[in-house]
Nanobody, 128 residues
Framework: QLQLVESGGGLVQPGGSLRLSCAAS????????IGWFRQAPGKEREGVSC????????NYANSVKGRFTISRDNAKNTVYLQMNSLKPEDTAIYYC?????????????????????WGQGTQVTVSS
């Protein structure tokens, strides 16, 4: 069974940090760029960050630049999202998603939302 599983969400105070993980099972992430998306209650899904296959190129939403860092460990088939200086407006369900790029498009990623596989999501709540 091909799936992505997110973990690491929880309740944190404003200014705190969380590290989300996205682990793939049933397939390898070697040919996939990975994106993180989030959806808050009553709001549309928002692209947060993505990372290229080779890990050298990343994109971030303006709202998280300088606070969030995406990384990947292909040997562990896992992608991470380090979230620092969290704000109440970061509260949402966070999803990771895999975008097949193949063996050629290894140096780019896009936050289009047209991803091939999606995880089930992990809740992040920022509140005092």
């Amino acid at each position: 069974q091909l799936q992505l599983v997110e973990s690491g969400g929880g309740l944190v105070q404003p200014g705190g940090s969380l590290r989300l993980s996205c682990a793939a099972s049933g397939f390898t992430l070697d040919y996939y760029a990975i994106g993180w998306f989030r959806q808050a209650p009553g709001k549309e899904r928002e692209g947060v960050s993505c990372i290229s296959i080779d890990g050298n190129n990343t994109n971030y939403a303006n709202s998280v630049k300088g606070r969030f860092t995406i990384s990947r460990d292909n040997a562990k088939n896992t992608v991470y999202l380090q979230m620092n200086s969290l704000k109440p407006e970061d509260t949402a369900i966070y999803y990771c998603a895999a975008d097949w790029r193949g063996p050629i498009l290894t140096r780019s990623c896009v936050l289009s939302g047209n991803n091939d596989y999606w995880g089930q999501g992990t809740q992040v709540t920022v509140s005092s």
